[in-house]
Every structure is written in structure tokens, then in C-alpha cells.
């Protein structure tokens, strides 16, 4: 698989921050140009299996790169690659590179973050769009009912 994305595609407009485009991938992709594939693998922390995207480059099970995610939350970070291997479960991680470069050109950071990375533009008092992926919400106000348990007994640490 050839993906045609090359670092100058994929630059900030502002040297250093983030925009639509995301600065320490922009920095990746000009460090190591070859390691833009993208898997989605097993990550366990703190005992908390779950899947996360990996940026790099697989070879016979062996993969070269790093998380994503959390190359991407540092923006001035260090640019190194770590090493995984068939113990990481790397025969099973899913190539997603297709998808993910697919959604990143289309939507920007909200492809590596999700909804923690929207940059709110206010249409109204109660409509808002972001400005990369486009998502528009409105505001709704919703009464939950909630039961209570109230003492029926006032105890002497509550009293004083």
C-alpha cells in the first residue's frame, strides 16, 4: 500500500500550532516520511485493554512507530519511534491507514482526537458547528427525573 500524503500536504498554517491539520504530525511526517501507516492496535494500561491508533511502518510483524494519539498531544515532543513486535500482538493490529488519511484530510484533528479536539464556532445562542469536521449540535435543555433517598433521621454529625 502507497500513500501518496507527504508532509507539505498536511501543514499548519502557523508554525508550532495546531489548526485544522495537527502540528506534531506535520512533524512526524517530515522526520520519517516512509512511516505513515496507520494500525489500529491493542494498548493495555493500567489494566484497561482497549484499541488505539498507531502511526508507522509494519514489517514481518514488526512494527516501528508510535501512538498516535499521544505523539500528537505533544506538540514540541520529542520525535522518536518505538519498536513493537509479535509479543504486542502486532500479527492482529488492523491497517486502517486508507481510512484514517481518508478522514484526516476531510475532517482534520477530529480524526486523531474525536470530540475532544472540536473548535467551536457559535452560529446562534443554541446552535454551534465545528470549524474542522463540520459537526453542528444544538443546545437542549432536558429535565431528568431523579430519585432520592432523604434520612428520615437527623444524625448528630449532620446536625452540627
Same mark, same amino acid.
Given at each position: ?7 507539505? /500536504? ?40 482497549? #484499541?488505539?491508533?498507531?502511526?508507522? &511502518? ?9 501512538? #498516535? ?11 522518536? &519511534? ?8 502486532? #500479527?492482529?493490529?488492523?491497517?486502517? &491507514? ?58 448528630? /454529625?449532620?446536625?452540627?
Amino acid at each position: 500500500m502507497s500513500i501518496s500524503i507527504k508532509a507539505p /500536504d498536511i501543514c499548519p498554517k502557523i508554525e508550532g500550532e495546531n489548526d485544522f491539520y495537527s502540528w506534531p504530525l506535520y512533524r512526524w511526517l517530515s522526520n520519517f516520511p516512509s512511516r505513515k501507516s496507520v494500525f489500529l492496535g491493542l494498548s493495555i494500561d493500567r489494566g484497561t485493554e482497549r #484499541l488505539i491508533p498507531y502511526i508507522g &511502518t509494519m514489517s514481518n510483524g514488526e512494527f516501528r512507530g508510535r501512538a #498516535l494519539r499521544e505523539m500528537c498531544f505533544h506538540k514540541d515532543g520529542p520525535m522518536y &519511534t518505538d519498536v513493537f513486535t509479535e509479543v504486542n500482538g502486532t #500479527l492482529v493490529w488492523e491497517d486502517i &491507514t486508507e481510512a484514517f488519511w481518508s478522514d484526516y484530510l476531510r475532517i482534520g484533528v477530529c480524526a486523531i482526537f474525536g470530540s475532544i479536539a472540536h473548535d467551536w464556532e457559535y452560529i446562534s445562542e443554541a446552535t454551534r458547528k465545528c470549524k474542522h469536521c463540520k459537526k453542528a449540535e444544538r443546545k437542549v435543555i432536558k429535565q431528568v427525573p431523579m430519585t432520592l433517598w432523604e434520612s428520615l433521621v437527623k444524625v448528630a /454529625d449532620e446536625a452540627a
